[in-house]
C-alpha cells in the first residue's frame, strides 16, 4: 500500500508556465482535496472532489484547475504560473462514511516559481 | 463560511514543560480531527473526537471536545524533543465534505 503519492516533489517553474502536479491513492477513497500551505497560513484548500467527476472549489482556487476522471487520480493544473504559487502543495484523501475519515496526506510538492 | 482558528501560532517551551494549542470554531462541529506536521514533513492524523465532551489520551496528549462542539484542546504533558512540530486541527460539520483546518500551532521545544 503506497497510500498517496504525490509528484514532483520539487519543481521550479518560471513566470506564465504551467505544469499539473500529479496526485493518486490506492485506498480506494472517495474524498480527495488540494491544500496549498505557506508560512503562517496554515492549510488552505483549492479545490476537492468527492467522487469521480465530481469537483468544486475551495478557498483559494484561482489560478488552478482540476478534474477527477478515476476514483484513483486527482490532478492539480497551474495555468500560467505567478510567483503567489510558490508554495508547498499537499494532496489527500479520506472515506466519506460516518465514522473515522481521516486524511491521508502525500509527501508534498514545493514549488517555486521565479 | 465556517472559520476555524487555532492560537497560539507558535510556542516556545523548555523540555519537560506542558503545551496546550486551542482550537475555536465559529459554527457547531460534528467532529474536530487533530494532526502532527513535523519540520519538512506531512500533516499525519493523531485523533478524531466527536461527542460533546469527549476526552481522549494519548501517552502525554490529551484531547478535548467542548460541550458545546465549537472548540477543542491538545495538551501535552512534560513535552519532549520529538513532540516538536506543527499541530493542527481540523473541524468538520453536518453539511461539509471536507474539514477545515485551522492555521495550526508551531511547538518549539528546547533542550
Known amino acids: 500500500n503506497a497510500g498517496v503519492t504525490q509528484t514532483p516533489k520539487f519543481q521550479v517553474l518560471k513566470t506564465g508556465q504551467s505544469m499539473t502536479l500529479q496526485c493518486a491513492q490506492d485506498?480506494?477513497?472517495?474524498?480527495m482535496s488540494w491544500y496549498r500551505q505557506d508560512p503562517g497560513m496554515g492549510l488552505r484548500l483549492i479545490h476537492y472532489?468527492?467522487?469521480?467527476?465530481?469537483?468544486d472549489q475551495g478557498e483559494v482556487p484561482n489560478g488552478y484547475n482540476v478534474s477527477r476522471s478515476t476514483t484513483e487520480d486527482f490532478p492539480l493544473r497551474l495555468l500560467s504560473a505567478a510567483p503567489s504559487q510558490t508554495s508547498v502543495y499537499f494532496c489527500?484523501?479520506?472515506?466519506?462514511?460516518?465514522?473515522?475519515?481521516?486524511?491521508?496526506f502525500g509527501q508534498g510538492t514545493r514549488l517555486t516559481v521565479v | 463560511g465556517q472559520q476555524v482558528m487555532q492560537i497560539p501560532q507558535y510556542q516556545h517551551v523548555q523540555e519537560g514543560e506542558d503545551f496546550t494549542t486551542y482550537c475555536n470554531s465559529s459554527?457547531?462541529?460534528?467532529?474536530i480531527q487533530w494532526y502532527k506536521q513535523r519540520p519538512g514533513g506531512h500533516p499525519v492524523f493523531l485523533i478524531q473526537?466527536?461527542?460533546?465532551?469527549e476526552v481522549k489520551k494519548q501517552k502525554r496528549l490529551t484531547f478535548q471536545f467542548g460541550e458545546a462542539k465549537k472548540n477543542s484542546s491538545l495538551h501535552i504533558t512534560a513535552t519532549q524533543t520529538t513532540d516538536v512540530g506543527t499541530y493542527f486541527c481540523?473541524?468538520?460539520?453536518?453539511?461539509?465534505?471536507?474539514?477545515?483546518f485551522g492555521r495550526g500551532t508551531s511547538l518549539i521545544v528546547h533542550p
Open positions: 472532489s468527492v467522487g469521480a467527476g465530481i469537483t
Open positions: 481540523a473541524g468538520k460539520t453536518g453539511g461539509s465534505y471536507i474539514p477545515t
Open positions: 485506498m480506494n477513497h472517495e474524498y
Open positions: 489527500a484523501s479520506s472515506f466519506s462514511r460516518e465514522g473515522n475519515t481521516e486524511a491521508f
Open positions: 473526537l466527536v461527542k460533546s465532551g
Open positions: 459554527t457547531t462541529l460534528s467532529n
